[in-house]
Nanobody
Framework: QVQLVESGGGLVQPGGSLRLSCAASGFAFSTYWMYWVRQAPGKGLERVSDISSAGANTYYTDSVKGRFTISRDNGKNALYLQMNSLKAEDTAVYYC???????????????WGPGTQVTVSA
């Protein structure tokens, strides 16, 4: 019933940009903190960025600060991740995720689907 469908990935050169999108449905999107997480080859899941339910508060892992921007459009039930100055180390499958509780930023989130592949290579 809950659906999170990612799109926008692809192959880019180092220094390039991509904009990822996540279409959400089946839950009260505007009441949940949302996240982008990623999994690089041979590595575990890493939380990349957070955004509060109304979009006023955002957080980023150190490795992407200054390069990535998370945003949301609650009217469209959509989450976005603008990725600039991409590095080879950003290569991963990217997933969008929702917090497990309304109006809270916790360490617990859930995600679904195959994600979208981002490959950064010369």
């Amino acid at each position: 019933q809950v659906q999170l469908v990612e799109s926008g990935g692809g192959l880019v050169q180092p220094g390039g940009s991509l904009r990822l999108s996540c279409a959400a449905s089946g839950f009260a999107f505007s009441t949940y903190w949302m996240y982008w997480v990623r999994q690089a080859p041979g590595k575990g899941l890493e939380r990349v960025s957070d955004i509060s339910s109304a979009g006023a508060n955002t957080y980023y892992t150190d490795s992407v600060k200054g390069r990535f921007t998370i945003s949301r459009d609650n009217g469209k039930n959509a989450l976005y991740l603008q990725m600039n100055s991409l590095k080879a180390e950003d290569t991963a499958v990217y997933y969008c995720a929702k917090d497990t509780s309304q109006f809270k930023r916790s360490n617990k989130y859930v995600y679904w689907g195959p994600g979208t592949q981002v490959t950064v290579s010369a």
